[in-house]
């Protein structure tokens, strides 16, 4: 595949703001839809879509006008990939674990139970060889793939009765995706697919027993504290999940040089821009929950997050030996793991340590 020219997000907004630009009121050339798996300008999310729309029309000059569709407006949420892929709108936005379906590997470009936090995920995608092996897929689907956003280590999800052995899994109905539900599903649990905009009703209804969404943030927007009591920490499952946004890629070929590199990079500012209001946003919404609301937080026992991370090991590796892709894609992420972990253990780890224990 023809390598793309990336600019650093300064660089970006500099290209966007610089001189020869054309003016924002400049007629579009390009008017694309952009489908999404998010409810409606929900926070985070469905904004991170939103600015990501208006950031390709400013740094465009107004070439490219993005108009979003919230889940189920234009496509059901989780149609929008065959839905790019086959012309019906120029662009997606959603995560790449809702189409394992199409292939397991897609799940690596998303979020790895116990890997990849998200400046390890960015770091991957932009410097270890990941970015290239997710075009390699996604062209097979006609699809041109770009991190757009990041979460940040999630929650453990919310839970109507008390987590306190691995027992207390067993039977257990969870909204939880990707290789999450599978792990979930070998611990004895019921792993169930819903999009957003379901989940509150599943969870007051007990149509499931407990869900994760994503974090503070996101669950006091949803009212998840009122339809459960228990919110578990920490989110083994997610530890940094990129958003994508894929573009057709007979549309994508199509642009001017020009037009590639601003749609990319401006797919690199949003990645980093939804990132910070995460991190942003979720200490406040938490306090929210526990002082307002009276949400119970709970650490899950270390004997469960063990257990956890030893099924977790073997589901991700049965997984890369599906196919010959996956395998490949496995022996990148964890190649890039191994040697992000011992960096890790003397930068990050060690810092947050020596502040913790000062600061008491």
């Known amino acids: ?18 001189a020869g630009v054309r003016p924002a009121a400049a007629k579009a050339e390009h008017r694309w839809k952009m489908v999404t798996t998010w409810p409606k300008n929900f926070p985070g999310m469905g904004t991170g879509a939103n600015k990501l729309a208006e950031l390709i029309g400013q740094m465009s000059g107004g070439r490219i006008e993005v ?11 989780f149609e929008i990939f065959d839905a790019v892929s086959r012309g019906t709108a120029e662009m997606g936005h959603g995560a790449a ?19 990849l936090t998200a400046q390890e995920m960015n770091s991957w995608l932009y410097y270890g060889g990941g970015m290239a092996l997710w075009e ?20 453990g999800g919310w839970f109507n009765k008390e987590i306190n052995s691995v027992e207390d899994l067993k039977g257990l109905k969870m909204r939880i995706p990707g290789l999450g539900g599978e792990v979930l599903r070998r611990a004895g649990g019921t792993p169930v697919s819903l999009p957003g905009g379901e989940i509150f009703t599943s969870l007051q209804s007990g149509n499931i027993d407990a869900t994760e969404w ?9 009212g998840l504290y009122k339809a459960a009591k228990y919110y578990y920490y920490p989110g083994w499952h997610e530890p940094g999940t990129t958003l994508e946004a894929f573009i057709n890629k007979e549309v994508f070929d199509d642009l001017p040089g020009d037009l590639q590199a601003i749609v990319l990079n401006a797919c690199k500012v949003a990645n980093q821009d939804v990132l910070a209001e995460y991190t942003a946003r979720n200490p406040t919404a938490l306090q929210t929950l526990l002082s307002e609301y009276g949400v119970e937080l709970r650490k899950f026992p270390d004997d469960v997050l063990l257990a956890l991370r030893k099924l977790s090991n073997e589901v991700v590796a049965e ?20 040697s992000s972990k011992e960096w890790s253990a003397v930068s990050e780890l060690a810092y947050l340590q020596a502040r913790d224990q000062l600061t008491g």
């Open 97 to 115: 674990y809702y189409w394992k379906g199409k292939s397991e590997a897609a799940q690596f470009f998303a979020s790895v139970p116990f890997g």
């Open 136 to 155: 390699e897929l996604y062209a097979g689907f006609n699809l041109v793939p770009a991190a757009a956003a990041n979460t940040g280590v999630q929650m």
């Open 319 to 338: 997984i890369a030996e599906k196919d010959a892709f996956s395998r490949k894609t496995y022996a990148s992420y964890q190649k890039f793991l191994s």
């Open 214 to 222: 994503v974090g503070p943030y996101n669950d006091l927007a949803f």
């Open 1 to 18: 595949m023809q390598r793309r020219a990336f600019l650093t997000s300064a660089g970006a907004a500099t290209v966007a703001l610089g």
């Open 67 to 77: 108009k979003v569709y919230g889940a189920g407006e234009l496509v059901p949420a």
